[in-house]
């Protein structure tokens, strides 16, 4: 059973008979419809067996505001992706700079090639990079193509000065979802 369908104008349809959708922020308080969530909430009691109440998805999505030009009677929503953090480094001057998770999960799965990856903000001028490979010689040589990527990126955004260091903790997932995030800003590093 599917959370949603598409329509013929190319809309994501939630199928509400079904299932029902939270959009929350931070603090998991509801969001209007019309504005981006933090995360989603799914509820789906079709499984009598094994409900799934107030599941979190993990991903960012916006609800429609208006009756969608299909037809359908199904609320539209938009799907932003997963609820990674935004990472705020300090450059030269002292001055913070906002790298968005899309950009960075861009980086390194499309230039550097990894794909179980988890990028954590350590400080306002530093990052580690979890990477998810068991062989060694295979991580190192993945390390040293994402480090390359990276390192391009950070310089291109005027951040030459933040560092880059390998971890090699395994990756953390959400305690709540079991989902990976894959860009984390620890609060600390960004106060």
């Known amino acids: 059973m599917s959370i949603a369908c598409e329509c013929s104008r190319g809309r994501l349809h939630l199928n509400s008979d079904w299932a029902m959708l939270e959009p929350v922020d931070r603090d998991y308080r509801p969001v209007p419809p019309g504005a981006a969530s933090h995360t989603v909430l799914l509820t789906n009691l079709a499984n009598r067996v094994q409900p ?10 916006t609800l429609g505001t208006e009756p969608c030009s299909c037809g359908s009677p199904f609320p539209a929503l938009r799907v932003q992706g997963r609820c990674d953090d935004e990472l705020w480094l300090r450059n030269a001057n002292g001055e913070w700079v906002e790298l968005l998770p899309l950009a ?3 980086v390194v799965e499309d230039f550097a090639g990894a794909h179980q990856f988890q990028v954590v903000q350590v400080a306002p001028d530093a990052l580690r990079v979890r990477l998810e490979e068991t062989d060694r010689n295979a991580r190192e040589s993945l390390w040293l ?4 990527a990276l390192r391009s990126y950070l310089d291109a955004q005027g951040l030459p000065g933040v560092a880059l260091h390998l971890d090699a903790a395994p ?9 990976l995030r894959r860009v984390v800003a620890s609060r600390r590093a960004s106060a």
């Open 52 to 61: 799934v109440i107030r599941y979190d998805l993990g991903d960012s999505v």
């Open 145 to 148: 193509n994402v480090a390359r």
């Open 104 to 106: 960075l999960t861009t």
């Open 171 to 179: 990756l953390e997932r959400s305690a709540s979802s079991g989902k």
